[in-house]
């Protein structure tokens, strides 16, 4: 109280202390020393965002009979019996970089896709391939169906042996004649928020694009896929360098044109 001495509380047992007026210290730790209390501190709580409650049986039958009720292709949500439900997705590839798939391996079939046959396991055999741009995959899935697991079964059933982690799915949104795209989480549900959105797919899509640069997994790249992605980095660049050499060379041949026009007139 006298000599104002602070300290951690974590180091009050190693102070000893020599008050000189030891019946106006308010803390003793020894006959021979005295300690302040420690003060009371001002502790930053990490406050977690409240999340919203799960919906009801109840609540969920409404929302999948106002959904249906906007479907015009027949493709309709189910409710079951356990509050769960399902329905479909359309799932947009935007890839960029070519995907490994097995080489010499026919289309799986519906008999093969019955059986839960993977005709990768097949052939050790490999090769690259570029997937359509902008090539658009139907899947039915269950409302306890992770992003995780439909990035996984997008890639069974186009027969791609890549890691996983090399592919992200993303939501599409569009507002103020705008197009905003929204990393999913692996645990995220795409069919609750396909429930959410409504069946318009102008309002909310689904993409599988790769996984951000400042992302991916590099370790889970193989040496030929590395080197490959060297070779189309290098071909990009030698491309964009011939653009910029044409761009002011055709500069240049309209000044000298101009200036020898110029030339040419008085003044």
Known sequence: ADCRYTCHHECRSLIQLDCRRPGQCQGQLSPEGTLLPPCTQNVTQTVEEEKPEPPTIQE???????YNAKVTNCLLMKLNDDGTYTGFIKVHLKLRRPVTVPAGIRPQSIYDALREVNLADMTA??????????A??????SSTTTVSEVIQGLLKKFM??????????????????????????????P???RLLAGPDT???SFVLKENETGEVEWDAFSIPELQNFLMILDKEEKDKIQQVH???ERFKQRLQQTLKEARGKPG
Not at 125 to 134: E, N, Q, V, W
Not at 136 to 141: A, E, R
Not at 177 to 182: A, D, I
């Open 60 to 66: 969920i039958k409404q929302k999948i009979e106002k």
């Open 125 to 134: 055999k490999r090769t690259s391939f570029y997937l359509p741009l902008d």
């Open 136 to 141: 658009v995959k139907q899947l039915h899935i």
């Open 160 to 189: 791609v042996v890549d890691n996983p982690q090399k592919f992200a799915l993303f939501k599409e949104m569009r507002k103020d004649g705008q197009v905003l795209f929204q990393k999913l989480p692996l645990t995220e549900y």
């Open 191 to 193: 069919l609750y928020l």
């Open 202 to 204: 102008d309002l909310l």
């Open 246 to 248: 044409r761009k002011y």
